[in-house]
């Protein structure tokens, strides 16, 4: 319930106003050299309060090690790490402890468990996914010759019109909304930032692209690597679609313009596959959309009921992001590198 993968297994722990979130990572190879800062920069790309168009939470997301890791490699054994949670407050959240947020977990939450940790949001906060960067960080490092760039491809309804062969992934970073192309980054702050004046929130899209993937990974059956890469993305709160490769646009296509014909070294001259075939990487490109909803916390008056039944008015309060997809992005890269990782040790474990 709290773990993912099989043998690059994720276990997490922590509520977003409890004392820290943490995990234990297993499956780890022995012998790898990490690489404490980039795992620190990753979890500074998520981390809140890094720019003016998301959530002023302050929250340095220093991660602490505790097992697994000796003189700074790693030594096979379970990587137990903590997060602590620094700047709470709860007291933002008192105003929701008896009405439910429409379209946040509170409802669910509430009627399934028969108690609701309201502060922050308790379990169903984001902040759980800092535990998934740190894992993410370490996966890339074992298999860094895999490639994988995400970035924020729209806002709303401003989408980046380039194909990703178009651009320099070098400068996601470059700007505050992780968009690597500058003038459609600029439009998209600027709508932001309009957005959030409003006390609104809004949605957007993240694309990420995985490349120099080895020809194999991916299970016919239950495991495809589609549906494994569908099902991590598929858990990021706030997500509601994924789609890899031509997506949903395929269904409008015929076969003759849907069919990738190869080239005589097995490439193929299209890619409309998403570097997948039978579930099995074919060693193109793999590429997926994932779908952002707009933040279910507003800061404007929104109608709703409380526990007893009641129909009542709530206010949000508090530090909310209004877009998440800017935070998204390392997000979505850390389960993308934890599935490939999973896969290419599956993959292995099958050569012996
Ligand atoms: C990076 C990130 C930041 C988020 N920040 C907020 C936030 O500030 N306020 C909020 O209400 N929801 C936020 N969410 C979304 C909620 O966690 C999510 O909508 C909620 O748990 C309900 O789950 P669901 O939307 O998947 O159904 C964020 C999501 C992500 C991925």
């Known amino acids: 319930m709290n773990t993912i993968g099989k043998l ?36 500074d790309r998520r981390k809140p309060g890094q720019s003016k168009i998301v959530t002023q939470r302050k929250e340095s997301d220093t991660v602490k090690f505790l097992s697994g890791i000796l003189d700074g490699k790693t030594t096979g054994t379970s990587i137990g790490f903590l997060i602590p949670n620094e700047n709470q407050r709860s007291k933002d959240y008192e105003h929701i402890e008896e009405v439910y947020r429409p379209s946040h977990a509170d409802f669910t939450y509430s009627k399934k468990y028969g108690i609701r940790d309201v502060r922050g949001g308790g379990r169903t906060s984001a902040r ?20 994988i760039n995400a970035y924020v491809s729209s ?65 016919p059956i239950f495991d495809k690597l589609h549906a494994r890469l569908g099902q991590a993305m598929l858990s990021i709160n706030a997500v509601k679609g994924f789609e890899y490769g031509s997506g949903f646009c395929g269904a409008r296509m015929k076969g003759s313009e849907h069919n990738d014909l190869f080239n005589q070294d097995g490439t193929t001259k299209t890619n409309l596959s998403g ?64 599935t490939l990782l999973d896969f290419v040790l599956q993959d292995a474990s099958r050569k012996i």
């Open 8 to 43: 690059y297994r994720l276990t997490t722990f922590g509520e977003s106003h409890g004392e820290a979130i943490g995990g234990i990572i297993d499956g780890v190879p022995s012998g790898i050299e990490l690489d404490f800062e980039q795992i620190q920069d990753e979890l």
């Open 128 to 147: 759980e996914t800092a535990n998934w960067v740190v894992a993410g960080a370490i996966a890339k490092q074992i298999i860094p010759n895999i490639k």
């Open 155 to 219: 806002v709303g309804d401003l989408f980046l019109e380039k194909p990703y062969q178009a651009l320099d992934f070098s400068q996601t970073d470059s700007n505050i909304v992780r968009c690597p192309d500058a003038e459609t980054a600029e439009k998209m702050i600027e709508r932001i930032q309009e957005i959030r004046k409003q006390g609104d929130t809004i949605g957007g899209t993240v694309t990420c692209v995985i490349q120099n993937v080895p020809i194999g990974l991916g299970e």
């Open 275 to 338: 570097g997948i075939q039978g579930g099995i990487s074919n060693g193109m490109d793999i590429y997926f959309r994932v779908a952002f909803k707009p933040v279910a916390t507003l800061m404007k008056e929104q109608e709703t009921i409380n526990s007893e039944g009641e129909m009542v008015k709530m206010h949000g309060k508090g530090r909310h992001d209004p877009c998440v997809v800017p935070r998204a992005v390392p997000i979505v890269e850390a389960l993308a590198a934890m």
